[in-house]
């Protein structure tokens, strides 16, 4: 049975930083899209960013405009793990981060992903 399982949310203030890790189990995705995707309350989930295999050992990385510059997407296959760096972190950053896995097709949006994990919560105080 595959399982994602996020960790590393938490209360931040407003500047600070956190590293999200998704683990996965089950199955390996290292040539396969995994992505991170946010949900804030009354808001429909939205696209954060992906990291998908484009053959040999390169990956692609792609960010959300509004976390361009701020967030890092990286895995470590060994470890079958996806990880969301975030630095700069801002109010407007408040969510529950999910990550996704096995994604085809448009990699921006939610339905193109097979699996998913249950959430960690992020919240950045002003």
């Known amino acids: 049975q595959v399982q994602l399982v996020e960790s590393g949310g938490g209360l931040v203030q407003a500047g600070g930083s956190l590293r999200l890790s998704c683990a996965a189990s089950?199955?390996?995705?290292?040539?396969?899209?995994m992505a991170w995707f946010r949900q804030a309350p009354g808001k429909e989930r939205e696209f954060v960013s992906v990291?998908?295999?484009?053959?040999?050992?390169?990956?692609?990385?792609d960010y959300a405009d509004s976390v361009k510059g701020r967030f890092i997407i990286s895995r470590d296959n060994a470890k079958n793990t996806l990880y969301l760096q975030m630095n700069g972190l801002e109010p407007k950053d408040t969510a529950v981060y999910y990550c996704?896995?096995?994604?085809?097709?448009?990699?921006?949006?939610?339905?193109?992903?097979?699996?998913w994990g249950r959430g960690t919560q992020v919240t950045v105080s002003s």
């Open positions: 990291h998908r295999w484009s053959g040999g050992i390169t990956y692609y990385a």
């Open positions: 996704a896995a096995s994604g085809t097709g448009n990699y921006y949006s939610p339905p193109s992903y097979e699996y």
């Open positions: 089950g199955r390996t995705f290292n040539k396969y899209a």
